[in-house]
């Protein structure tokens, strides 16, 4: 009985898991149903609510908004809007330093969480993987004698917290590991291993003379 329980869990708690981040996401993204008028929501055209209706318009309102705001007239009307923003005093410091976050973390063009790397943490016996952020700026940068990045060590196992370091690159392992590998074995604690690569070794080849003779 006890192995049929645990077979059971292994296989009810992942799907439990899924169903309830699926149903807080799409939960989240239906509010999006706020913004249509209330004599145009499902509840009120049907008498029933329509789960997932409201992610498909968060979609096609993201979709949208970059399609708008890719030409030049776009970029126009979100140049003014932002400085319209930046005029307001709590705002500006809010909106500038979320826009400026987004805009690492998505851009096709950055290196911020696009590579796992293996650190000394919390002491130089244990080690526990990170993602690479950038580099130090502003006046720290100046206090930092050598060659630095910033690293993000996610916590066990909601990697959503966790703390920001700056360390020598020398202590810094890069890993031949993808980012979506790293997550799961560290929101797995370490269960989920990620597989193993196996260098590959080139035979030493004897120089042509030696062979000739």
Do not use: C
């Not at 981040?21 to 249509?36: A, F, R």
């Not at 890719?70 to 400085?83: D, F, T």
């Not at 293996?118 to 080690?127: A, D, G, K």
């Amino acid at each position: 009985m006890r192995k049929y329980f645990i077979t059971g869990l292994l296989i009810l708690v992942p799907l439990a898991i899924t169903l309830w981040v699926l149903n807080l996401v799409i939960g989240t993204l239906d509010q999006s149903l706020l913004l249509v008028p209330k004599r145009f929501r499902p509840d009120s055209l049907f008498g029933f609510d329509l789960p997932g209706l409201g992610t498909i318009l968060t979609i096609v309102i993201v979709f949208l908004t970059g399609l708008l705001t890719n030409n030049l007239v776009g970029n126009y009307v979100v140049r003014m809007w932002e400085k319209l923003l930046q005029r307001i005093p709590i705002v500006n410091s809010l909106y500038s330093s979320v826009k400026q976050v987004s805009d690492t973390l998505f851009s096709s063009s950055g290196n911020a969480f696009r590579k796992a790397v293996l650190i000394p943490y919390p002491h130089q016996n244990s080690w526990t993987i990170a993602f690479l952020t950038g580099v130090p700026g502003g006046d720290v940068a100046n206090h930092l004698v050598g060659d630095y990045v910033s690293v993000y060590v996610p916590t066990t196992p909601n990697p959503t917290s966790g703390f920001f370091l700056m360390m020598k690159r020398s202590d810094v392992v890069e890993l031949d590991m993808s980012v979506d590998a790293a997550l799961k074995y560290i929101v797995s604690m370490g269960v989920v291993a990620p597989a193993e690569v196996v260098a590959v070794v080139a035979p030493d080849l004897a120089p042509v003379s030696a062979a000739k003779q």
